[in-house]
């Protein structure tokens, strides 16, 4: 398995969880990563991405409460998730899009399911 997500589970709103996404050491090193999520009858969505650089982009309607972030010398992508509402349930999946030599890959994870209560 070369993308592995874990973290996932059900929330009370108001409350937290971590996501995490062990990438094999190849693919980590030359992608920009990010967290996609789909809710049930949704298209699927960027919430947020990190490059090799470590510059982050967010979906508008998670700045203030995600953060993502690259531990680097465990090649594991994270996302930290605050105040969490029920608009926030999904299944949410780790991407990379590695570069090489200017060819992009996409890479993806299995999805975790994200249930946020009222």
């Known amino acids: 398995v070369q993308l592995q997500a874990s973290g996932g589970g059900l929330v009370q709103a108001g409350g937290s969880l971590r996501l995490s996404c062990t990438v094999s050491?190849?693919?980590?090193?030359?992608?920009?990563m990010g967290w996609y999520r789909q809710a049930p009858g949704k298209q699927r969505e960027l919430v947020a991405d990190v490059s090799l650089t470590g510059r982050t982009t967010y979906a508008d309607s998670v700045k203030g409460r995600f953060t993502i972030s690259r531990e680097n010398n465990k090649n594991t992508l994270h996302l930290e998730m605050h105040n969490l509402n029920p608009d926030d349930t999904a299944v949410y999946f780790c991407?990379?899009?590695?570069?090489?030599?200017?060819?992009?890959?996409?890479?993806w994870g299995r999805g975790t399911q994200v249930t946020v209560s009222s």
């Open positions: 991407h990379a899009d590695r570069i090489v030599l200017g060819t992009h890959s996409d890479y």
């Open positions: 050491m190849s693919i980590f090193n030359s992608a920009k």
